[in-house]
């Protein structure tokens, strides 16, 4: 029993003995985060070594440093002779200034140079076109919405055209102030003039040709050519009721047509051209027996075009056509013959008695001079003024395929509806002559101020000169025989 007691004493105290220890050790552990250990540190190796004497440190000052990244300068040490002080423990109260720190600008907005590239400015596509530009910018949804939306990112190309109002008699004036001084009885002719439905027609081809080819600026017809007609007006002449159809426009150059019967052989790049029209509208039958002489070249060109199969079918189809017109036909020469061009817009519809036909005589007024002429050619539908390149010389020698006779609206194309003759052929010149000048009586006549330029015919075979009549000179007399 005795022995039992004891054992139990025995571990009771055991276990307190335990848990005493525990707890100091707990203590010691927490201790560690408190400021005793260095104390008593500090206490307990005061006499065995020494205190260092610390020498005062100046207190970082916070300073704005430059824009720059740059390292702070060392702190400065105290002298000698300044209070010395130990340094104390580290707090969490202390602190230090950072450097300020300057970020580097943002890139600029436009490049620094222009990429290399050819740039070329929209007016350019279209001689004469007024280009005014504009940028906005709407409030739109996030960038990866607009990335698919077509509308957000787009060009919008509106052209604003004038339609010109057709010119009367007074208007006129403005193209070529000497027109009513020019005909006897301008005021009378131009008092009846009816605005033609051509000219309305002209300008509903020329609406539709921008139409068209509104998204191809390099398509687009030109101010030059936009501008191009004045008026056209229907006339009937007061007294004889000969009917006149004024054109009122500028004058390009056509250099079309071939003939082997009156020019045989034409120089080497007219030729061998493909670019070179050999035909004119207006044409007849070959009355001679010499090929025209741009015949081999569509002949050969047939040939390559058969051989060819990635060729246009149409292509084919034209080239055959020409060969055939070629063998058939003989037609005017651009470059000898005195005709103009008219829209193809005028071969129909419209008023019939002021329908112009393909060999009507004409008058082509420039300034105060007259030129005769003849219908000879269609043209585009949605342009007009055109002449031959001799009628183009005769008004203006420095005209060329490339340079036109007249710029402004200063040439009048007087027609005279139903005056073609009979029968198609070469121009006969002198009956050319005659002919305008009869007709320009019919219509009232012309003052003596309008100068009436007679055209000869160039490739009128010359004559041969007459052989001049040898001259009998009297026999010399004989000397008579000394006596």
Do not use: C
Request: proline share 10%.
């Amino acid at each position: 029993m005795k022995q039992l007691f004891h054992r139990k004493h025995k571990i009771k105290i055991f276990t307190w003995f335990r848990v005493g220890l525990l707890l100091v050790l707990l203590l010691a552990a927490g201790s560690l985060y408190t400021p005793y250990p260095a104390e008593l540190v500090k206490a307990f190796t005061a006499d065995a070594k020494p205190a260092k004497k610390k020498k005062k440190r100046k207190k970082p000052v916070a300073v704005q440093q430059p824009a720059e990244v740059s390292t702070p300068a060392a702190p400065d040490i105290a002298s000698d002779d300044e209070e010395e002080v130990e340094l104390e423990a580290w707090t969490p109260e202390d602190s230090f200034a950072m450097p300020a720190i300057t970020l580097p600008p943002f890139p600029p907005a436009l490049p620094e140079r222009v990429e290399p590239g050819k740039y070329e400015h929209i007016s350019k596509m279209s001689p004469g076109l007024n280009v005014h530009s504009a940028v906005q910018f709407e409030p739109g949804a996030t960038a990866s919405q607009e990335r698919d939306s077509a509308a957000a990112y787009q060009l919008r190309v509106a052209l604003n055209l004038s339609l010109p109002t057709a010119a009367d008699g007074e208007s006129l004036k403005k193209a070529n102030p000497v027109l009513p001084e020019l005909f006897t009885r301008y005021d009378e002719l131009m008092g009846k003039a009816q605005v033609s439905q051509w000219y309305q027609a002209l300008y509903l081809h020329k609406q539709n040709h921008m139409r068209k080819n509104a998204a191809t600026l390099s398509r687009l017809l030109d101010r030059h050519n936009y501008f191009d007609t004045d008026t056209i007006l229907e006339i009937e002449a007061p007294e004889s009721g000969r009917k006149v159809l004024w054109m009122q426009s500028d004058m390009d150059v056509v250099s079309d047509g071939s003939d082997g019967d009156r020019l045989p052989d034409m120089p080497e790049k007219v030729k061998n051209s493909d670019n070179y029209q050999p035909m004119t509208s207006y044409r007849w039958r070959k009355r001679g027996s010499t090929p025209n002489p741009l015949l081999p070249h569509w002949q050969e060109r047939v040939k390559k075009l058969s051989k060819d199969k990635t060729a246009n079918a149409s292509a084919l189809q034209h080239a055959q056509n020409v060969v055939h017109d070629l063998k058939k036909y003989s037609f005017l020469l651009a470059e000898y013959d005195s005709f103009i061009v008219v829209p193809l817009t005028f071969k129909n519809g419209g008023n019939a008695d002021y329908r112009p036909q393909l060999g009507d005589y004409a008058a082509v007024v420039v300034g105060e001079r007259i030129f005769p002429a003849i219908v000879g050619d269609f043209g585009p539908r949605f342009k007009s003024g055109e002449g031959s390149l001799r009628l183009a010389k005769l008004i203006n020698p420095k005209a060329t395929p490339f340079a036109r006779p007249v710029s402004d609206l200063g040439v009048s194309y007087i027609i005279f509806p139903g005056s073609k003759e009979p029968e198609h052929g070469p121009i006969d010149y002198n009956r050319l002559n005659s002919r305008v000048q009869e007709l320009l009586q019919e219509m009232g006549g012309i003052t003596p101020k309008a100068q009436f330029q007679m055209v000869e015919d160039p490739l009128a075979p010359k004559a041969a000169p007459e052989p001049v009549p040898a001259v009998k000179l009297p026999e010399p007399s004989q000397p008579q025989a000394a006596a």
